[in-house]
């Protein structure tokens, strides 16, 4: 239990000692609520026989002190301050439930943000293990748990359990029998409600695994919505997602159930007992008038301290029932730095902060005037048997492009990333005009643009899936001008119905393949970067297309670095160097008519 809560404690943002400060206020709240309680026993009393303020030493005092004319007066002094008592406690009540509502939602918005922070920052290879559905899964549903199933029901547990203390010790001054009862009463329901402690445990974990489940299958059937739509198999997919639901409704439902056991079985235990002890009291001859005192004493204890007991049994049931919730984030906000930091620690010497940093924070580019030279580059796919890159060497000149040819499965992608900085290879170096690109990763970076096969389009206007990443304010737009024009995208822009403010659709669905690519590279251009890399940008293309983002690369060629990946041999007929890749290696490099064409470089 101990390690649950520093988990929690470890997952809550900012400063713990407001947690301290809301635990002391509970406090105060709760033992404010047990004078208030405590002084109705003697205002009942009083009022029933006046008699008792003569009698007593004190109150007889007080009487006189006040100077109070008749008993009937003092009794409703009382009557008032037990009010006002009651008053200023249900005002602080309900603004410490605001404050515990306020202070836990703050804590879901800022454990989302910090979770996201962790999954752009965790390395690709996190996200190369790690399901889309699943980080949307607990970005969106898993932190909401954590805010109304976990903190919520946690600091309202230590509110309501300073209650119940503060009332058991009030009630054992009055009466050492009915503490005892009560106490049974609550030993007994949190037994019996800790029996399904972790079957509960386990359906919430299960219906979570049904959600992700589902959330999954309704990625699929849209992500794919045209193979499906062609195929027809729409009712595949209608009776996966009926079969999560489904999952997930008897699992919730039964959490939900049993959430609720510790109340119904306190109220039946508590008529039981009232019941019961009437009777035997009753049977056992006694007078009845005696039988008042005990009860309202038992009145008290269920207007208050039973509801607060039941409260506190059933939010640490489901407290305890979320606990794979905690787990889950922990791991996540903690495997997302720790790995990033081993990773780092295994490539060459520069061991400290250099991560890669968001752009804004460094806009700056390391110098290349010279070359690009990667030395003995290996690296193995983490749960891989054997490296898909082994002892790459090669150097490629400022303004030159070279080419990786191959196979597909050669290892030509894998190449690219280590080149881009996404996979940091196990062994060997990149370096840039004889400097180590892992002395700052984000600075080399800033050198590269990346085109890939299929490129990323947001559901936005055409402006800003060119600008990608760039707040409006901040678009430059003679270089989106530029960058449009050597992207050869002017034409289309100005058919467009309105212009460089027409929306793409999801994906680029209102785009063919070839303008899809060609935003692309217009992106890449837009963001000025030295060295472009490009992954069979045009692999998809049909000819006539290909021909035409060719000559947008082709014009390129001369003022930037090139890197260009290629499945067709046409595309490679202009770059500088070929290098032909196998199993993970290099096994032929040189000009276009050396590697491709055969021909030996020997006249
Ligand atoms: N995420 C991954 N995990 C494990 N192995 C991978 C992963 N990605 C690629 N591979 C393996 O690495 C090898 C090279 O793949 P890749 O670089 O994509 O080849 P290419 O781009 O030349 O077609 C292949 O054998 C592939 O199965
Ligand atoms: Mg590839």
Request: hydrophobic share 45%; aromatic share 8%.
């Amino acid at each position: 239990m101990l390690r649950y809560i520093s988990k929690i404690l470890y997952v809550v943002t900012g400063k713990k000692k407001n947690l301290l400060l809301m635990v002391f206020v509970f406090i105060s709240v709760s033992l404010l609520d047990t004078i208030g309680i405590g002084l109705i026993g003697p205002f009942m009393s009083l009022a029933t026989s006046p008699e008792v303020i003569a009698q007593k030493q004190w109150l007889n005092s007080l009487y006189i002190y006040w100077g109070f004319q008749s008993p009937y007066q003092f009794i409703s002094a009382l009557g008032i301050c037990v009010i006002l008592i009651f008053y200023v406690k249900s005002y602080l009540n309900f603004l410490m439930q605001g404050y515990i509502f306020k202070f836990s939602l703050n804590q879901w918005g800022k454990l989302v943000e910090r979770l996201l922070k962790a999954y752009l920052a965790a390395d690709y290879t996190f996200h190369l293990q790690r399901n889309t559905s699943s980080i949307l899964q607990i970005l969106l549903v898993e932190t909401g748990h954590f805010s109304n199933s976990i903190l919520i029901p946690l600091l309202v547990s230590i509110s309501n359990a300073t209650v119940l203390l503060f009332l058991l010790g009030l009630l054992a001054w009055t009466s050492l029998p009915a503490t005892i009862a009560v106490l049974g009463i609550i030993l007994l329901t949190f037994l019996i409600s800790n029996l399904f402690k972790d079957r509960m445990s386990r359906w919430n974990q299960e219906g979570s695994e049904a959600q992700n489940l589902l959330i999954q299958a309704v990625n699929h059937s849209m992500g794919g919505i045209k193979e499906t739509k062609v195929i027809g198999c729409e009712s595949y997919f209608e009776r996966q997602i009926a079969q999560h639901t489904k999952t997930y409704a008897n699992l919730i439902g039964s959490v939900l159930v049993f959430g609720n056991l510790p109340r119904i079985l306190i109220e039946a235990f508590l008529i039981t007992f009232l019941i019961g002890f009437t009777s035997i009291f009753l049977f056992s001859g006694q007078e009845p008038q005696k039988l008042i005192s005990v009860l309202s004493v038992f009145a008290i204890a269920s207007i208050r301290m039973l509801p607060a007991a039941s409260a506190l049994l059933g939010s640490t049931t489901t407290v305890r029932s979320y606990q794979y919730i905690v787990d889950k984030l922990y791991l996540d906000l903690k495997e997302a730095e720790v790995e990033k930091k081993e990773t780092l620690s295994k490539v060459h010497v520069y061991q400290n902060d250099n991560v890669a940093k968001p752009l804004e924070l460094n806009q700056r580019a390391l110098d290349f005037s010279r070359q690009i030279t990667l030395d003995q580059v290996s690296y193995t796919y983490p749960g891989a048997t054997s490296p898909s890159v082994q002892d790459i060497s090669l150097i490629v000149e400022k303004g030159q492009a070279i080419a990786l040819i191959g196979k597909s499965g050669a290892g030509k992608t894998t190449l690219v990333d280590i080149i881009l900085g996404l996979l940091q290879p196990q062994s060997g170096s990149i370096e840039v005009d004889g400097v180590s690109v892992y002395k700052d990763l984000r600075q080399w970076q800033n050198l590269i643009g990346y085109i890939p096969q299929s490129i990323f389009l947001m559901d936005d206007t055409v402006e800003r899936n060119i600008a990608f990443g760039v707040p409006d304010g901040q678009i430059h737009a003679t270089r989106l001008r530029q960058a449009i024009e050597a992207a050869q995208l002017s034409q289309l822009i100005s058919e467009l119905p309105e212009g460089l403010q027409t929306k793409l659709g999801e994906r680029g669905v209102r785009l063919s393949g070839g303008q899809r690519q060609r935003i692309g590279i217009a992106r890449a251009l837009y963001h000025e970067r030295e060295i472009l890399v490009l992954d069979e940008a045009t692999a998809a293309l049909d000819n006539e297309t290909e021909q035409l983002v060719n000559d947008s690369i082709k014009a390129l060629s001369g003022t930037k670095t090139l890197i260009i990946i290629a499945h067709r041999l046409s595309t490679v007929e202009h770059c500088d160097r070929i290098y032909q890749m196998e199993k993970g290696t290099i096994v032929k490099e040189g000009s276009y008519k050396e590697v491709v064409l055969n021909e030996s470089s020997i006249v």
